[in-house]
């Protein structure tokens, strides 16, 4: 795979070496040339010096033809704006690193759907490992045709989670309501800000991303 990384963080650097290693086509984009030239000897992969937030640096790597773009510079601003160039030059797949969650709660409402917290993440991890628990990745459990969907209700949205009308493959999973987990039931009300976290079938991701996000966007 042809595989794109905007900042070159640690975790970044970390991840494209992996990659690399497995024999993927990386490209690293970073606007420090001091960045850039310190890793040239470390990573088997390409470079591109410039600002990745950029539709004409984007364009140089082909966006298109780009498997997968990890937006990972240290400002979650940048990282927001860099995946919407992204995904508006037609890159599949876009993961957006967010360290503050007040962003992140924006990032999906602008329908981005791979998001990474890694301070919450490892948070959750340590945490889990230390009591013994089982530690799954949502990877490993979501497999085949399965996906993952969530979106931001807004008011025109709020009523009935039954007025929702959802496809026959797809299935209410939880909703978060300031920051706490509820579980839904047939009765329930989804309110303005919640954020609904659903389970689909794959074909089912693109009329739901343009009945709950796009259309909020054009309205």
Known sequence: M??????????????????????????VIDKDKDRIDSLTDQL???????????????????????HAIFCMTSNDQANILASLVA????????????????????????????IIVPARTIGRFLADMVEGQDILELSSIIKGEARVFSFVVNESQA???????????????????????????????????????????SKQIPGLRERFIDAVKIK
């Not at 009523?159 to 329930?188: H, K, Q, W």
């Open 159 to 201: 009523g009935p989670v039954s007025a929702l009308e959802l496809p026959d493959d797809t299935r209410l999973m939880c909703i978060y309501r300031g920051g706490n987990f509820i579980l839904p039931d047939e009765d329930m009300k989804v309110k303005n800000d919640d954020e609904v976290v659903m389970i689909t079938h």
């Open 2 to 27: 042809k595989l794109a990384f905007i900042g070159a963080s640690a975790t970044a650097v970390a991840t494209a070496r992996q990659l690399a290693q497995r024999g993927h086509d990386v490209i």
């Open 87 to 114: 995904r508006s030059l037609g890159c599949p797949r876009v993961i957006t690193k967010i360290e503050d969650p007040e962003f992140e709660h924006i990032a999906i409402e602008l329908g981005l759907e791979n």
């Open 44 to 66: 088997d992969c390409g470079f591109v010096l410039g600002d990745g937030t950029r539709p004409d640096i984007l364009r140089e790597i082909d966006a298109s033809t780009t």
